[in-house]
Nanobody
Framework: EVHLVESGGGLVQPGGSLRLSCTASGITLDYYTIGWFRQAPGKEREGISCINNSDDTTHYADSAKGRFTISIDNAKNTVYLQMNSLKSEDTAVYYC???????????????????WGQGTQVTVSS
């Protein structure tokens, strides 16, 4: 059985940083495309970053470029999302997801992923 567990969320002031973790059991993340998504109240789930482990490329939504960094620690079977310069609009529940296939230009589409974590809340507020 596959489980993805996110952690590292919390309350942070604007301009602060958080590092989210996504640890997997039942699968080896290095064989999957791993995406980070977020969903704010009343909004659709938004793809913000992914790592394509078939060629070690990373991809970011415009909202994340220059502030967020995705990385993988294969020894720990964990993917991270380092988030810097956080803004109030980054407030959301953050999810990690694993996809069997690389979706190419549709990497940010939630339906292209096969497994999901339960999410971790990130609140950016003073």
């Amino acid at each position: 059985e596959v489980h993805l567990v996110e952690s590292g969320g919390g309350l942070v002031q604007p301009g602060g940083s958080l590092r989210l973790s996504c640890t997997a059991s039942g699968i080896t993340l290095d064989y999957y495309t791993i995406g980070w998504f977020r969903q704010a109240p009343g909004k659709e789930r938004e793809g913000i970053s992914c790592i394509n482990n078939s060629d070690d490329t990373t991809h970011y939504a415009d909202s994340a470029k220059g502030r967020f960094t995705i990385s993988i620690d294969n020894a720990k079977n964990t993917v991270y999302l380092q988030m810097n310069s956080l803004k109030s609009e980054d407030t959301a529940v953050y999810y990690c997801a694993a996809g069997v296939s690389w979706a190419g230009s549709r990497w940010y589409v939630a339906s292209t992923y096969d497994y999901w974590g339960q999410g971790t809340q990130v609140t950016v507020s003073s």
